[in-house]
């Protein structure tokens, strides 16, 4: 029976979904501006675009005046772009994070609503919007959330490619469409029954996929994800598709991916869209090619030494935890669920090697960040609104109790350490008002999860699992602002804020002994690194004229210098003074002394 001769008309619907995604864009975009961008990642990634638009070249990037390698350059251009159109701000530096991250939930939508039933798709994309790993790393402008998009792009072909709906006439694969075996509400058999005017999606998808030029497309759409994934991090976009998809032959003893995936595309993708770049820096440049390739994709994977990231096996379990917060007590059931399922949803099985490949492959790195594992989130989200579309409505509500009484408890606990004398120190020393910001965080995850189990035990679990995603997306905000209040970063803002001003009035800036990477950004100013290195040391042994070896090196070009401006730590500045250095204080706090020349 359709949507319409059940009396339910397919525009209203339309309009509400509609309506729903541009509220969800609302929540999502609006806050990009606060806080102020954070030490050391969003001032790196937002500062080399800003040195692109400034020295006009787009093909080097340079982090500080040096040649920095350690990244592709997609998403310098994107923010480059948006800093031509509205101007250089926090804003623009997270937008295309942030535009990533959205972007990704709407194809997790489009993905799910094939594979599992618009149900599920929705559960799907709640699930990744509010997963606090998906959302905090939307908000922050790493390069992260870039890679995960266009990986997903890469995935979800994939996934597409090998789904075989049962109008497609494969054994076993009701499950694919939501229509067999479900335990759950008349929701789950609407959207199987395409609801919405989104007519029969067994029988349209199924069609659709199967005609030539429908597999065509998914062929061209895995080719531009790599190319894309390529021109975000590296070889990795290589590798994780080509790996999911050699597993998967393998697992199910079927080799006509590789025939339907059509490979010929995707190197023609990647030489249209991702060499012109590696060609024209290489030859710019002759040492890009080693540094890129060699040391920072196999040394830094198979060794710790020089990368100070090195973290045991299990360091993503924990991550991966965190990450899944308000949703990770129904990680164990997914799991089974998937499994159970992939017998005979093969698209179901190769999210779980999508999961599983990514998880396994960066745990085995010697050199680990928690960002890392971000890409699994999609294949996770995916099969997690399968199960929740399956979940009955009070077994959703008992979980969402159970997180909603988990963060009271914890709000409650962290406000009772703050008045205890023994943390109360700790606490003061993180400022009233981030401590108060972290606890209102906790607290607003638990009132979304208990409103969530509410409307759950009223019979509607979609909105209950809403109002449990909006808790976690405000308790992602919170965090960020009460960072945002923590001392040493409220230092470094003020310090921008001080200099901004008199800045132009100097012709040399110093940076003595440290690097506070937002600062070039809001200064629209490089500076001359003293007795410091760190990721810049590659750049610094090209050009070494750009740089100051030694504090006494440092102390013969300052009191030759009438016009410059310096930043070092208070240890710093006291070794400087004993030595008798011309020096007066324009501004100091705990961790920054700002001096200009006597």
């Not at 995960?148 to 709906?165: E, K």
């Not at 030494?305 to 993503?316: E, K, S, T, V």
């Not at 960002?371 to 579309?389: D, E, K, Q, V």
Request: charged share 15%; aromatic share 10%.
């Amino acid at each position: 029976m359709s949507a319409t001769s059940r009396g339910v008309s397919p525009r209203p619907r339309s309009t509400l979904r509609a309506l729903l995604w541009l509220a969800l864009a609302l929540v999502w975009f609006l806050p990009l501006d606060t806080p102020s961008l954070l030490n050391p990642d969003e001032g790196r990634y937002a500062e080399i675009p800003r040195e692109m638009v400034a020295s006009g070249d787009w093909v080097t990037p340079r982090l500080d005046g040096l040649k920095y390698f350690e990244k592709p350059p997609l998403q310098y251009w994107a923010s480059a772009v948006a800093y031509d159109l509205a101007g250089e701000r926090a804003w623009t530096a997270r937008l295309w994070t942030a535009l990533c991250g959205f972007l990704g939930l709407a194809l997790t939508f489009r993905v799910g609503r094939r594979l599992y039933g618009e149900r599920a798709a929705s559960f799907a994309v709640i699930v990744q919007a509010s997963a606090l790993l998906y959302v905090g790393l939307a908000r922050v402008a790493t390069l992260d959330m870039g890679l995960c998009f266009t990986l997903q792009l890469a995935m979800s072909a994939l996934a597409l490619l090998v789904h075989r709906p049962p109008d497609a006439g494969n054994e076993g694969t009701a499950g694919d469409e939501g229509t067999a075996g479900d335990q759950g509400t008349a929701g789950d058999q609407g959207a199987s029954r395409g609801e919405g005017g989104e007519g029969a999606s067994g029988g349209k998808c199924a069609a659709a996929l199967n005609r030539p030029t429908g597999r065509l497309g998914l062929a061209l759409l895995l080719g531009v994800g790599v190319a894309l994934a390529m021109l975000s991090k590296g070889l990795v976009a290589i590798l994780i598709p080509g790996a999911v998809a050699v597993l998967y032959m393998l697992i199910y003893r079927d080799a006509r991916l590789l025939l339907a995936s059509r490979p010929w595309w995707t190197l023609a993708a990647l030489g249209v869209l991702a060499a012109p770049w590696f060609v024209l820096v290489s030859v710019r440049n002759p040492e890009f090619a080693h540094f890129f390739f060699i040391f920072e994709h196999f040394q830094r994977y198979l060794s710790s030494d020089q990368f100070q990231r090195y973290q045991p096996a299990w360091f993503f379990v924990p991550v991966l935890v965190a990450g899944l917060v308000p949703w990770l007590t129904l990680l164990p059931r997914t799991l089974v669920d998937g499994v159970r399922a992939a017998r005979h949803e093969r698209a179901s099985g190769l999210l779980l090697i999508w999961a599983a490949f990514v998880f396994l492959f960066f745990s085995a790195s010697q050199s680990k960040l928690a960002t890392y594992i971000l890409p699994m989130m999609p294949a996770l989200s995916l099969l997690m609104g399968r199960t929740l579309a399956r979940l009955p409505a009070p077994r959703l509500g008992a979980h969402l109790r159970t997180v909603a009484a988990l963060f009271a408890l914890a709000a409650a606990a962290a406000l009772v350490l703050t008045h205890w004398p023994r943390t109360a120190a700790l606490a003061a020393g993180a400022s009233p008002a981030s401590v108060a910001l972290f606890i209102a965080a906790l607290a607003l995850l638990a009132a979304g999860a208990g409103v969530g189990a509410r409307c759950c035990r009223l019979g509607r679990p979609l909105l209950g699992a809403a109002c449990a995603a909006l808790g976690a997306l405000l308790l992602t905000e919170a965090v960020l602002l009460g960072i945002a209040q923590l001392p040493r970063v409220r230092a470094e803002r003020e310090l921008s804020r001080r200099l901004s001003p008199i800045i132009e009035r100097y012709r040399h800036f110093y940076c003595v002994n440290l690097y506070i990477q937002t600062l070039p950004f809001y200064l629209r100013r490089t500076c001359t690194l003293v007795s410091y290195r760190g990721e810049l040391d590659f750049g610094l042994q090209r050009e070494p004229s750009r740089g100051i070896g030694t504090l006494g090196e440092f102390i013969t070009v300052w009191k030759r210098d009438g016009s410059a401006l310096a930043i070092m730590r208070p240890a710093d500045y006291r070794s400087l003074e004993s030595l008798g250095t011309p020096m007066h204080v324009i501004y100091t706090a705990a961790t920054v002394v700002a001096v200009v020349r006597q």
